[in-house]
């Protein structure tokens, strides 16, 4: 039986490129104006219903392009692709920052994620009010908070700066809370955006023991993103690959891996042949 | 197309549970959970107690710096305006207990006004990692300020105690225990101003520059220096433009037992009020799903 916990179905992305300066003033009166009498979004070129996302133009491209999958309880599932394939912007629409521009998305059950360096700590606060802060975030009560407390801070090894504020911390620091946050706290999905890169050897691999018992014993749901394959093919049976906004691949992990190192291997090959023709001119 | 997948899904059997959490893209207009208010009481209190102790943080004065800013602008204001320019006053009210009294109030206004109708720019690092209802953070600031308005307007009593002993001729009304709803009413016009504010603002860096500038001008034409007795009668009119005038004035007079009240004005500022929130509320919750892409 399928116990899905997360649904994701036909999710595109917009963004625009380019700095907002002149005109923009203007030209969100324009779209403003014309959404209001539901008449056609002058500065839209993008076709917002039909089946295979739209053309990106007049400044706009889509991050995300008609992205669909499932993913059941206790999965564990790593999202692997280049940079600014979408990935940290396909996690950020899982955890409610940003939103779609089409699609629908469903899920079950609290989220805690992790996204890109920096954590949602607030840096005048020390490790214990921020503690209780990001309790507070995930919806938790008080006496909630305080069951978990001692053990968060232990696996941290965050020690006697638990009392310092937050700004005095060094960045391998401030990743430790915040996994270790994301850890103990009652999450059934756990969302993380290439955060192990902070810590130190030492740490991730603490952090990757945990991350296993956790799949294993407790039944949480793992989106796990990171440049380094040994850790996604350690921590992840399945993988997505993402190459700009477009899901290429849902498959088991190692297979998305070769993929995703052929495809690597031939576009090296084309660039290489690129540069020798432009040598040669 | 949603509506078939929807229909589709729950067909399947082994979707016994109901969905926590749906995103599709944001409507024009998407009406507030409020409900999920009440699962997060406990992040409003943290928040809360986060506002009230990260101020006095590294001063050394500590919780003194509230009293300070309505003390120190109300000294200034008793030699500018009392000595040096002699603005009218009714008769009877030391000049210290005019202006703290509304120097008070005011402060509770404008610093929320400040606070909120910036909400964007000064959260945003915050808004774009985690997830949790965004209108907690004005609500919070409200209730902080709250907070410390409680302890200026106890060291309002102690300084009207001292007036009295010395000689004052002045007494407060048995209306003074309607003052929470003034308060009440302070609150949602920065709420609702501040949040239209900071909606039509976040994006134009030089819109948002013209808070400090509405502040200032705020201070001056909302009867803090000045009784509405002051007014000339041929710029009365104004008074309906500004909804913070009745509430200073209706609370001096709580206080005091002087001031001049006129009920068409209170019914205004009422009316101005509510528009302020209701558009306040439907601009936030169209912006708050999209500010986070152009910041
Ligand atoms: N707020 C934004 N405005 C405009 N473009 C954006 C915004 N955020 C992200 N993008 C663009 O969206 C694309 C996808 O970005 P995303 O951060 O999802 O990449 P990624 O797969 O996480 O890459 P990386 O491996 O480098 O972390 C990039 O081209 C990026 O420039
Ligand atoms: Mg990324």
């Known amino acids: ?50 089946q295979g996302g739209g053309k990106p133009g007049n400044g706009r491209f889509l991050a995300l392009d008609d992205v669909s999958f499932e993913i059941c309880r206790g999965e564990s599932v790593g999202i692997i692709g280049r940079n600014g394939a979408g990935k940290s912007t396909l996690l950020k629409i899982l955890s409610r920052i940003v939103t779609p521009e089409k699609g629908l998305i469903r899920m079950r059950g609290r989220i805690s994620s992790l996204l890109e360096v920096g954590t ?54 401030k990743i430790r809370l915040a996994f270790s946050i994301a850890a103990h706290f009652l999450a059934e999905i756990v969302i993380l955006d290439e955060v192990l890169a902070v810590g130190d050897h030492f740490f991730q691999q603490k952090c990757m023991n945990k991350m296993e018992q956790l799949l294993k014993n407790e039944g949480r749901t793992l989106l796990f993103v990171s440049h380094s394959m040994p850790s996604v093919q350690r921590m992840c049976q399945r993988g997505l690959f993402l190459d700009h906004g477009h899901l290429l691949m849902d498959a088991p992990i190692n297979e998305v891996a070769a993929a995703y190192h052929q495809q690597h291997l031939q576009s090296n090959h084309s660039a290489a042949s690129i540069n020798q023709q432009s040598d040669a001119a | 197309m949603n509506t078939t997948n929807t229909q589709k899904n729950s067909a399947i059997p082994d979707n016994h549970l109901p969905w926590d959490i749906e995103i599709t893209p944001p409507k024009f207009l998407s009406p507030l959970k409020w409900n999920e208010f009440f699962r997060y009481k406990n992040l409003l209190g943290l928040l809360v107690y986060r506002d009230f102790v990260v101020y006095y943080k590294q001063t050394i004065l500590g919780p003194l710096w509230w009293l300070l800013q309505p003390v120190i602008t109300s000294g200034v204001f008793v030699i500018f305006f009392g000595f040096i320019l002699k603005v009218p006053m009714d008769g009877g009210t030391p000049l210290m207990l005019f202006f703290l009294s509304g120097l008070t109030l005011w402060f509770y206004f404008s610093n929320s006004l400040n606070q909120i109708a910036n909400l964007f720019a000064s959260n945003g690092s915050m808004f774009e990692k985690v997830y949790f209802p965004r209108l907690i953070i004005p609500i919070s600031q409200l209730l902080s300020n709250l907070m410390k308005l409680t302890l200026e307007l106890i060291f309002l009593a102690i300084v009207y105690t001292v007036l009295c002993f010395q000689g004052a001729q002045v007494r407060p009304t048995w209306w003074l225990l309607l003052s929470p709803i003034i308060i009440f009413y302070l609150a949602v016009l920065a709420l609702g101003f501040g949040l239209l504010f900071n909606s039509l603002t976040y994006k134009y860096k030089d819109l948002s520059l013209t808070l400090p500038f509405i502040i200032q001008i705020g201070m001056f034409t909302s009867s803090v220096i000045h009784p509405v007795s002051a007014i000339p009668k041929e710029i009365l009119y104004y008074l309906y433009f500004n909804p913070v005038i009745p509430a200073i004035e209706l609370f001096r007079f709580m206080l005091t037992g002087q001031g001049t009240i006129y009920p068409d004005q209170i019914v205004t500022g ?20 999209r500010f986070i892409d152009t910041i």
């Open chain 1, 1 to 50: 039986m399928k116990d899905i916990v997360i649904q994701v179905e036909h999710v595109s992305k917009m963004y625009r490129i380019g700095q907002l300066g002149h005109g923009t003033l203007q030209k969100d009166l324009q779209s403003f104006w014309a959404r209001l009498w539901k008449r056609e979004d002058p500065n839209t070129l993008l076709e917002m219903n039909g």
């Open chain 1, 120 to 173: 949602g700590f607030h840096p005048e606060q020390s490790g214990r009010d921020n503690i209780y802060l990001n309790g507070g975030i995930l919806g938790m009560k008080r006496h909630e908070i305080k069951r978990y407390f001692d053990e968060i801070v232990e696996f941290s090894e965050i020690g006697e700066f638990i009392d310092t504020p937050i700004k005095r911390y060094s960045s391998g620091m």
């Open chain 2, 270 to 289: 009422i009316v101005v009020t509510v528009v302020l929130l209701l558009l306040g509320i439907m601009s936030f919750s169209y912006t708050e799903k």
